[in-house]
């Protein structure tokens, strides 16, 4: 049995992550300050501490603790938050970050995974996005993913950085900067209006929670270390698409209501796995049709 660090583990993929290691008779330690709106959910076989990622109290807990893994979660995730506040953007994402990277170097933790975004390639070049894509930034949330990323490269600590495409699934809340499915989700199960910014003919990567946590948990019990690596599905859906499958798997009967296109959206972000495949072999991926309608048993149970 492994002691490991979860940051932000009571968050949406967090908890999931939490689940994963716990069920595989890791002992799990959870840093998480509780102010994700996704924070409801608790393991209660892994230990929480209400603690912010900036704080010097964390040092007490490295000191106590030898951790084999640190996965650091823990984040400002709203690029419109990021917009109108870039100072707490920063300081969450990049001096929070730094603060845990730098007591896993003290306290030579073995290895540290961290959640990055495909927000730092910015409008797509060529699809699908490979790791080799330019980086482009078009927030302070991309800024800071980045920033982050270079400062766990510099650091010396073993790393692996998942670059996440777009997640869905069960705990994922619909208010904030949630995500598509779960906005559709919520308005679906209540029979509220669903609305489709343009067309809804742009395409995303969705990739389910308990995919995510699996591949996670992979990564961090095997030798690989100093990657960087899309974790995606290779795979694209409209906007549409989406809709159609979830009507079907809600039963909701009423037509979507199009609307204006947002400002700065990226039409389409497909990202390539083909390194991660080559990294975790032979992992097959819950399909987007399965992924829903075990979304849909979830909040019906």
Excluded at 130 to 153: F, V
Excluded at 230 to 254: D, H, P
Excluded at 283 to 294: C, E, R, T, V, W
Aim: with cysteine.
């Amino acid at each position: 049995m492994s002691n490991i660090l979860i940051t932000g583990g009571l968050g949406f993929i967090g908890s999931h992550v939490v689940d994963c290691f716990v069920e595989n008779g890791h002992n799990v330690w959870v840093i998480d300050n509780e102010s994700s709106l996704n924070s409801g959910y608790r393991n209660n076989k892994a230990i929480y501490i209400k603690e912010d990622i900036r704080s010097d109290k964390l040092e007490e807990i490295f000191r106590d603790i030898h951790f084999d893994a640190c996965i650091h979660l823990a984040a400002q995730a709203s690029v419109t938050s990021s917009v109108k506040d870039p100072i707490n953007d920063a300081s969450v994402n990049i001096l929070g970050s730094i603060n845990i990277i730098q007591l896993c170097k003290k306290y030579n933790c073995g290895k540290m995974l961290v959640a990055s975004s495909a927000a730092v390639y910015g409008n797509p070049k060529y699809l699908p996005v490979d790791e080799e894509h330019p980086t482009e930034i078009l927030s302070p949330y991309g800024l800071s993913k980045l920033t982050m990323e270079k400062y766990i490269q510099l650091s010396g600590v073993p790393y692996i950085i998942c670059r996440f495409s777009n997640v869905y699934g069960e705990r994922q809340n619909a208010f904030g900067e949630a995500g598509v499915v779960s906005i559709f989700s919520d308005a679906m199960q209540n029979n509220k209006d669903v609305f489709i910014d343009g067309d809804g003919e742009q395409s995303r990567d969705f990739v389910y929670v308990k995919d995510v946590a699996n591949i996670i948990y992979k990564l961090c019990s095997s030798d690989i270390k100093n990657e960087i690596l899309n974790v995606s599905t290779n795979t694209s859906c409209t906007i549409n698409e989406l809709f159609k499958t979830m009507a079907k798997v809600y039963g909701y009967e009423k037509e979507p209501i199009h609307r204006e296109s947002r400002i700065g959206d990226i039409k389409n972000s497909t990202l390539d796995n083909t390194h991660l495949m080559q990294v975790i072999q032979l992992y097959k991926f819950i399909s987007l049709d399965k992924g829903l309608q075990g979304l849909g048993n979830y909040i019906n149970a």
